[in-house]
């Protein structure tokens, strides 16, 4: 039977027991405050300039400074979009004046002639809408030969708007400021309402263009349709990789109105050949390495960085407000205690994104998505770890912000085969208003009706083509790389894996 310790030995191991962790939690805290000092270089905060009063780094300015390279009040698309969309392209976080200010921009007032979108022109009709959304991506040709008074009624109470959107897109440079004198804390903060206007603006031109096309207003149905590829393209230079994603979407959807024109068969062989002469012109769809490369990277490091100037309890909650308790579930006084090195965490965010970056400068579509798929399953992995594993890696930021490239890298490549199909589209229009059929390959179309046939960009192979009772087939084996029939991710006959794009 084990003896029992005197009661004096016993509180003495106590003290001594009480001793040893309160020296641990001295260490601890040591170690947790140490964490807390950033060093300012290539390797973790990447940058070392601009600076903020309290000598961290400036983020939101670099970024503003990296994208506004170039950019003046007269080459700049954005204050002509901001004048057609009106305060509700500005964020409410800022001053009334702050983003107009700095564009060199009168003062918008609360009421003009700004653009309405679709579903609140209706609202204010209390009118149903019927037809459908032209930028609907499910459909080659989504829209009827006669639209609605509704439709008709809100694109000329738009006239006003659509011309100073139209006009913008023929400038060159596309750059909107963040801070307009309300700094937010975090790049996780900043607002981007012109992103939805812009969609809707988008809608507009693209409706119209199918409106005068069925009309055989040619050469109107051109410039707007121009005017929403330029708008696309345009959006390709913005700082965020949500710009990117939308700017893919305005093209995929001004892409297939092309198609739909062409299908049309209302254009002469030489407004077909004009169009797709036009779209040949055009610069190709951007990839968002570089926003990835700037803004990404650099939100991932200001929030690292926040975290360590704050303190690890309002850190705790910063995370929590930020990525949702779901994926950051630590209780705020529990963070006080864990040792993280920022240094290290800002480290190993860098080398992430330097890894993902390296994935997306593969030279073409396969090699990028198999690098891809690499780091897609790398972070599946660490998706699955315990919260406390994910805190403790010097990678935890990168765990929880960087976003799935591999969707972003698809939408590009689908936007820009949306582009080689239109194109390709408009001349198959060419030959059969000439031979009054389609031709037996895409061969017969170079040199005549295009210098060259475009490849697909999914596999840098001929697009599939063939003639059918009815007209034609012509798609792209999409993502997945494989030929499955012309069957789309969106139709409903379609398994997950069937991804052509047409």
């Known amino acids: 039977m084990a003896k029992l310790l005197p009661r004096r030995r016993f509180w003495r191991f106590a003290i001594y027991f009480v001793c040893f962790l309160l020296v641990l939690l001295a260490i601890d805290l040591i170690l947790v405050q140490r964490g807390r000092t950033i060093h300012p270089g290539y390797e973790t905060t990447r940058i070392i300039a601009p600076r903020q009063a309290d000598g961290s780094i400036d983020y939101l300015t670099a970024i503003e400074e990296h994208f506004s390279r170039g950019v003046t009040n007269e080459n700049n698309s954005v204050p002509l979009l901001f004048q057609a969309f009106g305060r509700d392209a500005l964020p409410r976080t800022q001053p009334p004046d702050g983003i107009t200010d700095r564009l060199g921009m009168p003062h ?4 003009g002639d700004y653009f309405v979108s679709y579903e609140n022109f209706a609202k204010q009709k209390k009118a149903e809408i019927t037809d459908p959304d ?39 440079r596309y750059f909107v400021p963040f801070n307009g004198g309300n700094r937010p804390q975090t790049l996780v903060e900043i607002l981007l309402p012109h992103v939805m206007v812009m969609r809707s603006s988008e809608r507009a031109l693209i409706t119209r263009a199918l ?29 965020t990789i949500v710009e990117h994603l939308v700017g893919y979407g305005l093209e995929t959807a001004a892409a297939r109105a092309d198609r ?28 968002c390495a570089d926003s990835m490369d700037t803004s990404e990277r650099f939100m991932c ?24 308790r779901e994926s950051f579930p630590i209780d705020a006084q529990v963070y006080r205690f864990i040792p993280i090195s920022y240094d290290g965490s800002m480290g190993g965010a860098n080398n992430l994104y330097d890894g993902i970056l390296s994935a997306t400068r593969k030279s073409n579509y396969a090699e990028r998505a198999a690098a891809l798929s690499m780091w897609s399953d790398y972070f599946s992995r660490l998706e699955g770890a315990d919260p406390v594993t994910k805190v403790f890696s010097s990678a935890w930021p990168s765990n929880m912000l960087i976003p799935s490239l591999s ?53 840098d192979k001929p697009l599939i083509y063939s003639r059918t009772s009815d007209g034609y087939s012509l798609y792209s084996v999409g993502p997945n790389m494989i030929d499955d029939g012309g069957k789309t991710a969106a139709s409903a006959s379609t398994t997950s894996s069937e991804d052509d794009v047409r």
């Open 108 to 111: 918008l007032p609360e009421k």
């Open 134 to 172: 032209p930028m609907d991506y499910t459909k080659v040709q989504p829209w009827p030969a006669k639209p609605s008074d509704l439709t008709l009624d809100w694109l000329k109470t738009n006239e006003g708007p659509i011309a100073k959107i139209e006009q913008a897109s023929l400038r060159p």
């Open 211 to 239: 409106v005068r096309a069925n009309n055989g207003e040619f050469d109107g149905a051109r410039e707007d349709l121009l005017a929403a590829h330029r708008l696309a393209n345009l959006m390709g230079q913005s700082a």
């Open 260 to 287: 739909s024109i062409a299908l049309s068969g209302k254009l002469s062989a030489e407004q077909a050949m004009t169009l797709a002469r036009d779209l040949a012109a055009l610069p190709e769809a951007q990839s």
């Open 301 to 324: 490091l200001d929030i690292a960085q926040l975290c360590a100037k704050i303190g690890p309890t309002e850190a705790a909650r910063a995370l929590g407000a930020i990525l949702g």
């Open 407 to 459: 969707r972003a890298d698809q939408m590009w490549e689908k936007a820009r085969t949306q582009r080689r199909l239109a194109r390709v589209a408009l001349a198959l229009a060419a030959y059969k208003a000439e031979h009054n059929e389609y031709p037996p390959a895409l061969a017969e179309l170079s040199p005549k009706y295009l210098t060259e046939i475009p490849l697909d960009n999914f596999t």
